[in-house]
């Protein structure tokens, strides 16, 4: 099934998602799942405190406690989060290309996202591979056998890297020409990534970590199978998954925060290049739910709305942020950078 909005890769990383049995179920009373009592007054150093235990907490794989800290200092209050699962949203509804239109949506621009600059990357790879091969095989005199022969063992190892590492060799490379050549190729992952991590963040969603290259994500989990991209708290998501119902409220934020890098570039840049991987995840999520086609645009369509409308009001916060997460600052230094630049009058 594909989703369509009218129009003709970082990612967000929930756990591998396996929802083919899921249904969906009414959304529970509170949408942040934050408990209903108030929060103590805290100071801002108590607040420091606080997301200096979480980024420990997170370092120690304990993701419960952490999701723990973060929500018993939820509250308005000068010192507290407030943030934190705090997003007003629009009405959940059918809308229309139209109205999408009308809050200055161009559908597609959207959700068809290639990436120009790998592309291209990759393409010049090519040409440079195959004038040097052609180079190569005149100075040492090759027989059509040799040739033959070397071009059979690179196609063995691009197979090797398709079937065992899902193109692992090929992102890194391609990715680690793309950063080091391309600024912009290099901040619009940034940005990308702020996105999914500001919105989950406003959504009630605890991010617990991020990687900005492939470089870096090889390193820190020694894995070429992971792409660069943001981490979340998920165990509530995938316990929903578990038991084979998914409420209406999860099924939502998933929806945001799988778009909320595709919708970040598109404000900045007037086109979204990554993010392709985040789609197919919601498409998989909404087939496995049972959407039908038409349910499944409906869905789309108002993710889209709500999370560019949240994305505007927080301009400021989602540029610190960039700015916080490319220095390699910890979660909860993040999270200290977006509390102190929501637009705490309409967040």
């Not at 050549?181 to 500001?198: P, T």
């Not at 919105?199 to 994500?217: C, E, H, M, R």
């Amino acid at each position: 099934m594909g989703t369509r909005l009218g129009g003709a890769s970082p990612c967000c990383c929930f756990a591998r998602l396996r929802p083919a049995a899921a249904g969906l179920r009414a959304p529970p009373a509170r949408a942040g799942g934050a408990s209903s009592s108030s929060p103590s007054p805290q100071s801002p150093a108590q607040l420091r405190a606080v997301l200096e235990q979480v980024d420990e907490a997170l370092r120690k794989g304990e993701d419960e406690a952490a999701l723990s800290l973060v929500r018993a200092s939820q509250g308005e209050e000068d010192a507290g989060l407030r943030g934190f699962g705090a997003a007003r949203q629009v009405p959940q509804r059918l809308y229309t290309l139209d109205e999408l239109k009308l809050n200055g949506i161009d559908t597609s621009a959207f959700l068809s996202p290639v990436d120009l600059t790998l592309g291209s990357i990759e393409r010049n790879l090519q040409i440079a591979a195959v004038l040097g091969g052609l180079s190569i095989s005149a100075a040492l005199e090759l027989s059509q056998l040799q040739i033959l022969l070397v071009v059979l063992g690179l196609l063995s190892l691009w197979s090797v890297d398709f079937v065992y590492f899902g193109g692992g060799v090929r992102n890194l490379i391609l990715d680690t020409i793309g950063h080091y050549v391309s600024q912009k190729y290099h901040n619009r992952v940034i940005q990308h990534e702020a996105g999914h991590f500001l919105i989950a963040y406003l959504l009630g969603v605890l991010p617990k970590g991020y990687t900005i290259t492939s470089l870096d994500t090889l390193i820190k989990q020694g894995s070429l199978n992971v792409q660069a991209g943001t981490a979340f708290v998920d165990y509530e998501f995938l316990e929903e998954i578990k038991t084979g119902k998914m409420s209406a409220t999860m099924l939502n934020k998933f929806s945001c925060i799988a778009l909320a890098g595709v919708a970040t570039e598109y404000l900045l840049y007037g086109i979204a290049e990554g993010g392709l991987a985040d789609i197919n995840k919601l498409d998989e999520l909404l087939k496995g739910v049972g959407f039908t086609q038409k349910k499944a645009d409906s869905q789309v369509r108002w993710a889209v709305l709500n999370t560019v409308l949240m994305l505007r009001r927080h301009q400021k916060a989602i540029s610190q942020l960039a700015e916080a997460m490319s220095s390699g600052k910890s979660v909860g230094s993040c999270i200290g950078v977006i509390e102190g630049n929501i637009n705490t009058e309409d967040i």
